[in-house]
């Protein structure tokens, strides 16, 4: 994944200033919730998604702010979120990350974090997977030759938190060899294109020519535009597309010369609420931005502007929107069954658990088939599907099961797992929401030379790593050793009886030649939790620190 251009580091916002572009790259750290709303209104921050993540990650420093003695002043946060959300009303993802993270509140701080870090590990992986369809789509309409397109604004990993939608395609184009040249709006008044896009057209290596707005459309009618892509930052339940300013003129001429228009954003930018995209609420900005640039005067004083920050483009001028679920056959058609919304949580989920799942296949630890992964979706889980290689797996190679009895509940006629009832027996004795079993290979010897004929307890002594597995010791730890069944099944009722009578026990547990499970409230903790045991298992067997077993159970 591309280099992300917004971090959380020991409680303080990291991101760029877009300001200081392109002549510097300077290090903006946010730490209040009046830095977060100065940052977006004055583009310090911008890009719908970008704008979103930081909005999660205002309402943390909100609800750090607002925390006394382990308390946190809901009302406070509340009221500060409010004001996080108004700071530019045009763009959804504001909103929407605002209330993602504040739908965490009543868990706590850390759960808000979280919440954030999940957004912004997201970000990446949705803007990927929009942008890949994206290239696929422009390919397929315009043909298999290099191909010369246009696009406005700036919409790459300065917009987003890693590798752009927009220019997210753009750049698989490039990386596929299939890019001649890409033309770059200026995008008058604050020459985004002009500042970010041709900087980061640089960066990247693609070819680019840079022009005025207003030689768009005779770019288009001298024959040097084969599609123009943009992206967007509200699409209504009409699929009238909100963009930055300039964005309509550009899909009327492309209309006329009959050039492909083509939009890419994440779903969380389809805002179904609002139906129209005459409802949208277009931000004036200061007459300012129009009569001077730089500080320096160019018209007259006291001249009167009018100064939209976007405009809207209605549904029947554009060609195609694409999300990371791929083309919207109908933009206008309005998601708002629970069976839909249902679908796209496990789809994310399921596009979730491939990454990591290719991750871990990459580092030995899901050889072949082998290994599972789950995330929880209230009373069903997510898992991967029996007999893939986790090497290939994709958002819809998954399982939806129930957790009260582990079996199927979709109608994809797939079958879950083996191992599902250890993801099950884990959810029904414990508040997790994500599950990793996995086959590393030091953990895995340490399983088969601790292993009894029941169940029996491994302790670790002495190792740092032990506070990355939720010990309720710092130094040492007891970590069950499950035996292996051929029933697998089996496996899953010893677990469930286990976890059970030990409330206590930690996140982690072995099953003897037959690889570890690890869970936790978030997938990347679970994977976190299982990287510390392999660490610590690498250790025992390279030191001869021996683990010391404490009995039968």
């Given at each position: 994944?591309?280099?992300?251009?917004i971090a959380?580091?020991?409680?303080?916002?990291?991101?760029?200033?877009?300001?200081?572009l392109?002549?510097?790259?300077r290090e903006?750290?946010i730490?209040?919730?009046?830095?977060?709303?100065?940052?977006?209104?004055?583009l310090?921050?911008?890009?719908?998604p970008a704008?979103?993540?930081?909005?999660?990650?205002?309402?943390?420093?909100?609800?750090?702010?607002?925390?006394a003695?382990?308390?946190v002043?809901?009302?406070?946060?509340?009221?500060?979120?409010?004001?996080?959300a108004?700071?530019?009303?045009?763009a959804?993802?504001?909103?929407w990350?605002?209330q993602?993270t504040l739908?965490?509140?009543s868990e706590?701080?850390?759960?808000?974090l979280?919440?954030?870090?999940?957004?912004?590990a997201?970000?990446?992986?949705?803007?990927?997977a929009a942008a890949?369809e994206a290239a696929?789509?422009?390919?397929?309409?315009?043909?298999?030759?290099?191909?010369?397109l246009?696009?406005?604004?700036?919409?790459?990993?300065l917009?987003?938190?890693a590798?752009?939608?927009?220019?997210?395609?753009?750049?698989?184009?490039?990386?596929?060899?299939?890019?001649?040249e890409?033309?770059?709006?200026?995008?008058?008044?604050?020459?985004?294109?002009?500042?970010?896009?041709?900087?980061?057209?640089?960066e990247?290596?693609?070819?680019h020519?840079?022009?005025?707005d207003?030689?768009?459309?005779?770019?288009m009618?001298?024959?040097?535009v084969?599609a123009?892509?943009?992206?967007?930052?509200r699409?209504?339940?009409?699929?009238?597309v909100?963009?930055k300013?300039?964005?309509?003129?550009?899909?009327?001429?492309?209309k006329?010369?009959g050039?492909?228009?083509?939009?890419?954003a994440?779903?969380?930018?389809?805002d179904?609420s609002?139906a129209?995209?005459s409802?949208?609420v277009?931000?004036?900005?200061?007459?300012?931005?129009?009569?001077?640039?730089?500080?320096?005067?160019?018209?007259?004083?006291?001249?009167?502007t009018f100064?939209?920050?976007?405009?809207?483009?209605?549904?029947?001028?554009?060609?195609?929107?694409v999300?990371?679920?791929?083309?919207l056959?109908?933009?206008?058609?309005?998601?708002?069954?629970a069976?839909?919304t249902?679908?796209a949580?496990?789809?994310?989920?399921?596009a979730?658990?491939?990454n990591?799942?290719?991750g871990?296949?990459?580092?030995?630890w899901?050889?072949?088939?082998?290994?599972n992964?789950?995330?929880?979706?209230?009373?069903?889980?997510?898992?991967?599907?029996?007999?893939?290689?986790?090497?290939?797996?994709?958002a819809t190679?998954?399982?939806?099961?129930a957790?009260?009895?582990s079996?199927?509940?979709?109608?994809s006629?797939?079958?879950?797992s083996?191992?599902?009832?250890?993801?099950?027996?884990?959810y029904?004795?414990?508040?997790?929401?994500?599950v990793?079993?996995?086959?590393?290979?030091?953990?895995?010897?340490?399983?088969?030379?601790t292993?009894?004929?029941?169940?029996t307890?491994t302790?670790?002594?002495?190792?740092?790593?032990?506070?990355g597995?939720?010990?309720?010791?710092?130094?040492v730890?007891?970590?069950?050793v499950f035996p292996n069944?051929?029933?697998?099944?089996?496996i899953g009722?010893?677990?469930?009886?286990?976890l059970?009578?030990?409330p206590?026990?930690?996140?982690v547990?072995?099953?003897a030649?037959?690889?570890?499970?690890?869970?936790g409230?978030?997938?990347a903790?679970?994977?976190?939790?299982?990287?510390c045991?392999e660490?610590?298992?690498e250790?025992?067997?390279?030191?001869?620190?021996?683990?010391?077993?404490?009995?039968?159970?």
């Amino acid at each position: 994944m591309d280099q992300s251009s917004i971090a959380w580091a020991d409680g303080v916002l990291v991101t760029i200033d877009q300001r200081a572009l392109p002549h510097e790259v300077r290090e903006l750290r946010i730490t209040t919730v009046d830095e977060v709303i100065d940052a977006i209104k004055t583009l310090a921050v911008r890009g719908a998604p970008a704008i979103g993540v930081c909005g999660a990650f205002g309402v943390v420093i909100a609800a750090l702010a607002a925390s006394a003695d382990g308390v946190v002043d809901a009302a406070r946060v509340e009221a500060e979120a409010a004001r996080i959300a108004d700071a530019r009303p045009t763009a959804v993802n504001l909103a929407w990350g605002v209330q993602r993270t504040l739908a965490k509140l009543s868990e706590g701080v850390q759960a808000m974090l979280d919440e954030a870090l999940e957004m912004l590990a997201e970000d990446g992986r949705v803007n990927l997977a929009a942008a890949t369809e994206a290239a696929d789509l422009i390919q397929k309409l315009c043909g298999d030759r290099p191909l010369r397109l246009l696009t406005h604004c700036n919409t790459g990993r300065l917009a987003t938190t890693a590798w752009g939608t927009a220019i997210g395609a753009l750049r698989v184009l490039h990386q596929r060899d299939a890019l001649a040249e890409v033309i770059v709006d200026e995008t008058r008044p604050l020459l985004q294109g002009a500042r970010l896009t041709a900087w980061e057209m640089a960066e990247a290596g693609i070819p680019h020519r840079l022009t005025i707005d207003s030689a768009a459309a005779w770019a288009m009618a001298t024959e040097q535009v084969d599609a123009v892509v943009v992206g967007a930052d509200r699409i209504t339940a009409d699929g009238a597309v909100a963009n930055k300013i300039g964005t309509y003129m550009l899909a009327i001429a492309a209309k006329h010369h009959g050039i492909p228009f083509i939009v890419v954003a994440p779903e969380s930018t389809r805002d179904i609420s609002t139906a129209r995209g005459s409802d949208i609420v277009v931000e004036q900005r200061a007459a300012a931005e129009v009569t001077g640039f730089g500080g320096v005067a160019t018209a007259p004083e006291g001249t009167k502007t009018f100064n939209p920050a976007f405009d809207v483009t209605p549904a029947e001028l554009v060609t195609a929107v694409v999300t990371e679920f791929g083309v919207l056959a109908d933009p206008s058609a309005a998601r708002t069954s629970a069976a839909s919304t249902d679908t796209a949580r496990t789809i994310a989920a399921g596009a979730e658990i491939a990454n990591i799942a290719r991750g871990l296949y990459a580092s030995g630890w899901m050889p072949g088939t082998a290994g599972n992964i789950s995330v929880r979706q209230g009373d069903t889980a997510v898992i991967t599907a029996s007999g893939l290689s986790k090497g290939e797996l994709t958002a819809t190679d998954m399982v939806t099961v129930a957790v009260v009895d582990s079996k199927p509940v979709d109608a994809s006629g797939r079958k879950p797992s083996a191992e599902t009832t250890i993801h099950t027996a884990v959810y029904r004795t414990r508040g997790a929401d994500a599950v990793v079993h996995v086959h590393p290979p030091h953990a895995t010897a340490v399983s088969i030379k601790t292993a009894g004929s029941g169940v029996t307890t491994t302790r670790f002594a002495g190792y740092e790593l032990i506070k990355g597995l939720g010990s309720a010791r710092p130094d040492v730890i007891d970590i069950p050793v499950f035996p292996n069944h051929a029933d697998v099944p089996q496996i899953g009722v010893d677990i469930e009886k286990y976890l059970t009578e030990h409330p206590d026990a930690p996140p982690v547990l072995f099953i003897a030649g037959h690889g570890i499970t690890a869970w936790g409230a978030t997938l990347a903790q679970a994977r976190d939790r299982a990287e510390c045991l392999e660490a610590m298992c690498e250790l025992t067997n390279l030191t001869g620190h021996r683990e010391i077993p404490v009995g039968q159970n």
